[in-house]
């Protein structure tokens, strides 16, 4: 599992001109599943997720999570995190996981946060979404399960 973190002040995901989610402070989640993901990475990154420190304290020192500063998450499927540019011109996407695989997954990650605590927004699975964010920052991590 592939997470690529964004924290952010405000972010928003359309689908067909419609807002689908919608978050101010908090972090911006472009998730990729793999073949090999299973629930127990999912748990991982969850977990990971919503306790990095990542918001600055009062001496701008990187000492807060998620929970501290009352931010939300937005969370948006994207295969093309798997994406292999090694050969050729157009990227290969073998290593994502299929949607039957990829979609609960991605769901059961949402579950996760939230039964975490935190309040989740997130984009349509496998829809063409146009995702827009003011990076805070910027600060942009990349977590993963292996």
Do not use: C
């Amino acid at each position: 599992m592939r997470v690529v973190l964004q924290r952010s002040l405000q972010a928003k995901v359309e689908v067909d001109g419609e807002i689908t989610g919608q978050i101010e402070k908090g972090f911006v989640l472009l998730v990729g599943i793999t073949h090999e993901d299973t629930k127990e990475d999912v748990r991982y990154v969850a977990e990971k997720v919503a306790n990095l420190r990542l918001f600055e304290d009062e001496e701008g020192k990187m000492n807060h999570s998620i929970f501290e500063v009352g931010g939300s998450i937005l969370s948006i499927s994207q295969f093309t995190l798997y994406g292999d540019t090694r050969k050729g011109r157009r990227p290969s996407f073998s290593e994502a996981a299929k949607p039957d695989i990829a979609k609960p997954l991605w769901e059961f990650f949402n579950e996760e946060l939230r039964r975490l605590q935190l309040h989740v927004e997130t984009g349509v699975f496998g829809a063409m979404m146009k995702v827009s964010l003011t990076n805070d920052g910027p600060v942009t991590l990349i977590v993963e399960s292996k």
